[in-house]
């Protein structure tokens, strides 16, 4: 019989959210936001800092551009935003859509792959370019920390393992078919 390792807890949380969080950084993954033959009419590179003007990049100017992460109710919370896009990895949940400028405010817009709808529509209340809040309209509030500048929010898991099990098993059958 083939024993089977499962993991949970805080650890693989933590390292499913860095592994997501390469991915976002590297391009990995895909995104289908719908837009086909569309238009860019949508004012999502405000948000990103980069319409000149600073609007739309949170209260304070700040781009929001950048590799963010935060610590809420306990749990790691990742989010990455490149020119307006937004990629977002919290409580198993992953989740991609835009930051943008409504009239002045500025939100996050996500659709997350699950359906899940806790972080689906949020308002950035505050950017400094080192602390990012963000209020989500399912009532979640993340205070992210910016990533790039060095710095990474306090309660993150530090129980990570350093070595394999002991007590992984020895038994594995060794005529296993290698093709279909």
């Known amino acids: 019989m083939r024993k089977q390792l499962v993991r949970t807890g805080s ?17 990995c993954g895909g995104s289908d936001s719908g837009d086909k033959g569309k238009g860019d009419s949508t004012p999502s590179a405000t948000a990103s800092g980069n319409a ?19 610590v809420t109710d306990g749990k790691p919370v990742a989010m990455s935003v490149t020119s307006g896009k937004v990629s977002l990895a919290a409580e198993g949940h992953l ?8 009239g002045g405010e500025s939100m996050v817009s996500l659709k997350c792959a699950d359906g899940d709808k806790d972080r689906t529509m949020g308002t950035i209340e505050s950017n400094d370019g080192k ?11 993340d205070s992210f920390t910016n990533g790039d500048t060095g710095g990474l929010p306090t309660g993150l898991p530090s129980d990570f393992p350093t070595e394999l099990p002991k007590d992984l098993p020895t038994d594995l059958p060794t005529d296993l078919p290698t093709s279909r």
């Open 131 to 141: 602390t990012l809040v963000v209020s989500w309209q399912g009532g979640k509030k």
């Open 11 to 27: 650890a693989t949380t933590g390292l499913a959210v860095a592994l997501t969080l390469a991915l976002t950084l590297t391009g």
């Open 52 to 70: 000149g003007s600073g609007s739309g990049s949170g209260s304070g100017g700040a781009s929001v551009d950048g590799t963010w992460a935060a």
């Open 95 to 102: 989740c991609e859509g835009e930051a943008m400028d409504m």
